[in-house]
């Protein structure tokens, strides 16, 4: 084995290329803040090779994007924690790579000659948000779809040429397939290619000025990277990559529903490390929000990358340089508490399981259209909780309401009477592509079918319905059960100013009564 | 800057044995995750189902009548129907069997012919009879039987 090595080392020069990698002379007083570059390549290795297997199983169209990651989360071995991996890792990554830039800061590392070791850092910051950015669109969920039209309408906020760089980013003229393929190929091809580069960059400079080392040269000799500095590097690695598995061990957040542009009532969050952007945009009124968007966040980057030029005094020490000091400490905060803000002003969205009473409803019109003769288990059609099915509402209506576009060999279209009675369908199809029906009771299930087909044209639900009317979410709040039974079966009784129609002869008594009891429980 | 110094050799083998142990071990773990999700994805193909091929009043007796078939499968998070040919063959009373309509010999699809009453494959000139036996020709096998039965005047096929 030797000789073969001792004949491998002649030629390539490995020992020689290891002693380069591994005796780096570091600085007396080298200690665990000089541990946090190593643990960001160890984060950005196992980002470049869980993204790289990822790639074996998605498909970045939007037919197949969010099947194929739902393919990848449920199906495929270890699927769950390979997800989990690469999706924690981005946090992690973002974490180590904020402590990392302040421990620079704080120990005056940009000083000269280390300037352009700096900026490159400053590059690679904004290259891993980059990646932050356009990985979060992959899944095609909900979630990702609508944090990525924000992104988008942000920058289309930028005074000069914003609009342009919004519809580089779109790829067409709304978010949709081309937006999807540009962003995977700037994730996966040539965003990677320019980290490569960076990091390279990054490492040759930090090599040739060498470390920066404590802010105040400590007596004694050098030392070799290795073992010793590499031994501290190990520990924190093997303490992230602990914590990052504990956290990929529970998989990634749950996808939402797939992708759809034309559901108006989804309101978008985006990843936690951009809350803090998100929040700063509430503060700013609509003319000044560019501002707050752009200018102000650009301003601090400039400020920071400026800063080997603005910290110009002669010692590192933390106490010489109160203004630096103070203003990364303010700067810190500001990121800090903002994001803590963003994180806790949501939306008091209903529960994620929680279905639509539009969607409930449209279970009864799948049932009385005998959708399910065909979609069943062995059946021409596959049922439909199997299938998955993340088309766009406009296929699934068409689909069940013109015969051109059933599969060919069945000649039965369902008969349904109303755009009403498809838009309850397509509800009902799209969310069980989330999940399995729970199941409601008969009388619940029964009213829903009511309300999806006679009150949701004009009234609002839990933000789905028309306008025309008033919203019902909280209609309890206004009228007890026997007004609403009366004014459903005959408005006019009530109020002879009153615009809606009479439903007393048209629906019987008894859902009427079911319909009142089910209003005045809406509180 | 002067030659760096090293830690006491002692410590210093404790120290590179830690370093090859924690990488060797994040290395392995990554390389037993990845492989497992590189190479075992998961079989989910539809299994053999029940699929209807057809009623009993589009047969004739003891005349194979093509069919074509519905069949699902899934390929990873793809879910289509294969349309598969069957030929039924109906006894006349409440019997029906099935048989591929693909060519043992290398899988063309096989036509009846009501004169010679023989399965002929275009292809290479397999000729099997009207239960499937090869008659002449290439085909190293029988046609392949299906499991066929009636429920309700339906014929449905496993496949």
């Not at chain 1, 990985?135 to 039209?149: F, I, N, S």
């Not at chain 1, 009366?486 to 079911?514: C, H, L, Q, Y």
């Not at chain 2, 090869?134 to 005047?153: D, M, W």
């Amino acid at each position: 084995m030797r000789r073969l090595f001792d004949w491998l080392d002649a030629r390539v020069g490995f020992r020689g290329g290891r002693s380069v990698m591994l005796d780096e002379p570091l600085p007396p007083g080298t200690g665990w803040f000089f541990t946090l570059g190593s643990v960001l390549l160890a984060l950005l290795a196992i980002q470049i090779l869980t993204g790289a297997f990822l790639t074996l199983y998605y498909a970045a169209t939007p037919d197949h994007a969010y099947d194929s990651v739902r393919f990848i989360a449920e199906q495929v071995t270890a699927g769950r924690l390979v997800r989990g991996l690469h999706h924690y890792g981005a946090s992690f990554l973002i974490v180590v790579l904020a402590l990392h830039l302040l421990r620079v800061v704080l120990f005056g590392s940009y000083r000269p000659p280390r300037e352009v070791t700096w900026l490159s850092g400053i590059a690679l910051l904004l290259l891993v948000l980059g990646f932050a950015l356009t990985g979060y669109l992959l899944p095609w969920d909900q979630r990702a779809y609508w944090a990525t039209v924000v992104s988008i309408n942000i920058g289309r906020l930028a005074p000069a040429g914003g609009e342009f760089v919004a519809s580089v980013l779109r790829g067409g003229a709304t978010v949709g397939a081309l937006t999807l393929t540009r962003w995977y190929a700037l994730h996966v091809v040539f965003l990677p290619a320019l980290l490569v580069l960076l990091v390279v960059l990054h490492l040759l400079l930090m090599r040739r000025q060498g470390i920066s080392g404590p802010v105040r040269t400590r007596p004694g000799d050098p030392y070799p990277f290795f073992p010793r500095q590499a031994a501290r590097d190990t520990a924190v690695i093997l303490l992230v990559t602990v914590a990052l598995g504990a956290f990929a061990w529970h998989g990634a957040p749950a996808l939402e529903a797939p992708a759809d542009p034309t559901d108006a009532t989804y309101i978008p969050r985006p990843e936690w490390y951009f809350l803090g952007l998100f929040q700063l945009l509430k503060y700013f009124p609509a003319r000044a929000e560019v501002f707050g968007a752009v200018t102000l966040p650009t301003i601090g980057l400039l400020l920071l990358a400026a800063l080997p030029w603005i910290d110009r005094g002669r010692s590192r020490a933390p106490k010489d340089r109160p203004i630096v000091m103070a203003a990364i400490v303010v700067g810190a905060l500001a990121v800090v508490s903002l994001t803590a803000l963003g994180w806790r002003d949501r939306p008091g969205s209903g529960s994620p399981t929680a279905w639509p009473v539009r969607a409930i409803g449209g279970r009864q019109v799948v049932l009385r259209a005998n959708c399910t003769k065909c979609h069943a288990e062995g059946d021409v059609a596959d049922p439909l909780e199997a299938t998955a099915i993340t088309r766009s509402a406009e296929w699934i209506g068409g689909h069940v309401s013109d015969p051109e576009m059933i599969a060919p060999g069945l000649r039965e279209p369902p008969t349904l009477r109303s755009d009403r009675e498809i838009a309850a369908m397509v509800s009902y199809v799209r969310q069980l592509a989330r999940g399995p029906y729970p199941g409601f009771p008969p009388q619940a299930e029964q009213t829903a079918g009511i309300i999806a087909r006679y009150c949701i044209g004009c009234h609002k639900f839990d933000g789905d319905g028309g306008t025309d009317g008033p919203d019902l979410t909280h209609a309890g709040r206004k009228h007890d059960a026997d007004w609403f039974r009366r004014w459903i079966t005959s408005p006019k009784n009530v109020d002879p100013k009153a615009e809606m129609p009479a439903f007393g002869k048209r629906v019987a008594p008894a859902d009427i009564d079911a319909l009142a009891q089910y209003l005045v429980a809406r509180r | 800057m002067s030659q760096p110094v090293d830690p006491a050799p002692g410590r210093r083998q404790i120290l590179a044995a830690f370093v090859t142990a924690v990488t060797a071990g994040i290395g392995a773990s990554l390389a037993a995750i990845l492989g497992a999700f590189a190479l075992k994805p998961s079989r989910a193909a539809a299994s053999e189902c029940w699929v209807h091929a057809g009623t009993l009043d589009d047969l004739t007796a003891n005349v194979p009548v093509p069919h074509v078939v519905s069949v699902p499968r899934v390929d990873g998070w793809y879910r289509e129907r294969a349309r598969q040919m069957v030929f039924l063959v109906w006894d006349g009373n409440q019997q029906v069997t099935a048989l591929s309509a693909t060519c043992s010999h290398l899988g063309c699809q096989v036509a009846w012919n009501g004169e010679t009453k023989q399965f002929k494959c275009p292809c290479h000139g397999g000729v099997y009879d009207v239960s499937g036996r090869v008659v002449s020709g290439p085909p190293p096998r029988p046609l392949e039987s299906v499991a066929a039965q009636v429920r309700g005047g339906n014929v449905l096929v496993k496949l």
